[in-house]
């Protein structure tokens, strides 16, 4: 039988995006691009296997924040807060399952400008996000930070967390997550790498041994 994606080579392998089978050269093609592919499949993990990292070329320079330094003295010394923000990103990933990295990446990325605003002019003004899905997500990391900062202030009896630190720590997770998706419009290589770090039941509470090893810099 012919594959149901290109009606003209042979169907070869299982596909679950399409409960079928297709060919190989669809299955290269349409990957994460038309295909919504689960994270279970053996060929989209086998794919990021052998998958090289995006040419420089590809990236959106301003996409990055370039003109923001993070260094690597500023994540050792912010390893939880990264943590717990990469946290309410997975939890945000977990509760909606039709979000992909491009979702993730434009609501940090939202933030990111935001917050960049607020450093350099003290204005306060909500960058528009594009979809309800992208506002969720976006809302789930205030609250983080919120809570992040009742924890400070309880314990210190003040917050130290400068809106500066979260700038920086946006952009962090804007660079880590434009360096772990694949790039193409369904991919979920940064939303998996996420799931990795923090499977759904576990807590953001972790031990101070086990940030370093989670942590993964860009």
């Not at 500023?74 to 990295?101: V, W």
């Not at 369904?186 to 923090?198: E, G, M, P, V």
């Amino acid at each position: 039988m012919s594959c149901p994606i290109c009606q003209v080579r042979k169907e070869k392998r299982f596909c679950p995006a399409v409960h079928g089978r297709i060919c190989p050269q669809c299955c290269g093609e349409q990957r994460e691009v038309t295909l919504d592919c689960p994270s279970d499949c053996p060929y989209l993990q086998q794919a990021r296997e052998h998958e090289k990292p995006r040419p420089a070329e590809q990236f959106d320079r301003a996409s990055l924040f370039l003109q923001v330094e993070v260094s690597d003295q500023f994540t050792y010394e912010h390893e939880h807060l990264l943590m717990g923000l990469s946290y309410a990103l997975a939890q945000a990933a977990h509760a909606d399952r039709s979000l992909n990295d491009r979702d993730l990446i434009a609501a940090l990325s939202a933030m990111c400008t935001r917050y960049e605003r607020l450093v350099n002019s003290g204005l306060h003004y909500d960058q528009t996000l594009a979809s309800i899905a992208q506002q969720a997500v976006a809302a789930q990391v205030e609250e983080m930070l919120k809570q992040y900062r009742a924890a400070e202030q309880q314990q210190l009896g003040y917050s130290t967390l400068r809106d500066s630190d979260v700038l920086k720590s946006f952009v962090f997770l804007v660079r880590l997550g434009h360096g772990r998706t694949s790039g193409r419009p369904k991919s979920r290589a940064f939303i998996d790498f996420l799931f990795a770090q923090f499977p759904k039941k576990q807590s953001a509470v972790v031990t101070q041994q086990d940030v370093g090893s989670r942590i993964i810099m860009p």
